[in-house]
């Protein structure tokens, strides 16, 4: 009986991790959150003399960092805290709208989300080292909507 029970519990874990997989989506509130995010990065979208990255956190009681840069080339400094679950950032125009391997690596270094707002998408990497897009990004009426 305990043979059993410890296999019907290791399907149900690999059940649920398939689920998640390609299944991320983002609360209302990180929707919002977004909005600012994106207005903020907006010209390091389509200017390529404007490279800086803009960031905020999501911490796990459900309360947001202040948009920040570190205003360097290509580079941004986040504070993680021990109760953050998610970093939420951008890459400017002539960056891959992917999480880069040094995204990867804080994601799971740290076990937070990381995602990367670009002009066109959101993608996320996540703690286990999966990489993968949320969706696609437009501006309407000045909210973010992610499809
Ligand atoms: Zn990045």
Known sequence: MKHLFAVLLLLG????????????????DELAHLAPLYHAAAVSFVATDFQTEYSFTEQADGSFSKISSSNEHWHNRVTLYNNTVAIFHTHPKDCS?????????VAKKNHVLNYVLSI???????????????????????KVVIE
Do not use: F, M
Not at 13 to 28: H, R
Not at 99 to 104: G, T, Y
């Open 97 to 105: 709208p992917r999480p880069s391997q040094d995204d990867i690596d």
């Open 13 to 28: 874990t690999a059940c649920a991790q398939e689920q998640v997989a390609g299944a991320t989506q983002i609360s209302p």
């Open 120 to 142: 066109y998408a959101l993608w996320v990497a996540e703690p286990d080292g999966t990489v993968e897009k949320v969706g696609n990004v437009e501006i309407k009426h000045g």
